[in-house]
């Protein structure tokens, strides 16, 4: 007990710096999101079929090889005529991850409930150096 109390602040500090090389890990269980590495395996092992809500150009631009695209302001119409099979993963798509995240919400309501986002969008799958296709 005398150790702990002649060394609180060694021992504060310890604390601190294990917190704050935590904090990237409980920080990213919060995000949510599936990493490049884990939607390559997700595409690979459960025929995972990849969704880019981006705009039409953007995706003409570059997307993620086997994409298909659903514009966000059309996704709920499109998704069911492009994705029949509502028990196959499913992973959305857009450049940073931001619309992926909004179009997440409109999936799991039209009952597509193994839907996921790329974390990071594109370009985290850009710089995982993943192939792009471009239209």
């Not at 890990?25 to 395996?41: D, H, K, N, R, W």
């Not at 298909?68 to 992973?91: A, D, S, Y």
């Not at 857009?94 to 969008?121: E, M, N, T």
Request: proline letters at 4%; glycine letters at 10%.
């Amino acid at each position: 007990m005398k150790f702990l109390i002649d060394n609180w602040m060694l021992i504060s500090v310890a604390f601190v710096s294990g917190a704050m090389l935590l904090w990237p890990l409980v920080q990213g269980a919060t995000a949510g999101g599936l990493s490049a590495a884990a939607a390559v395996q997700l595409i690979n092992r459960e025929r995972a079929v990849v969704v880019d809500v981006s705009e039409t150009g953007e995706f003409a631009a570059g997307h993620v090889g086997g994409a298909k695209n659903v514009p966000l302001g059309q996704f709920e119409q499109r998704l069911p005529e492009v994705v029949k099979n509502k028990g196959v993963p499913l992973i959305l798509v857009c450049a940073s991850g931001i619309r992926a995240k909004r179009a997440l919400a409109s999936a799991k309501k039209l009952g597509y409930d193994k839907a996921q986002v790329l974390a990071g969008g594109l370009k985290a799958w850009k710089d995982a150096n993943l192939p792009v296709e471009k239209a």
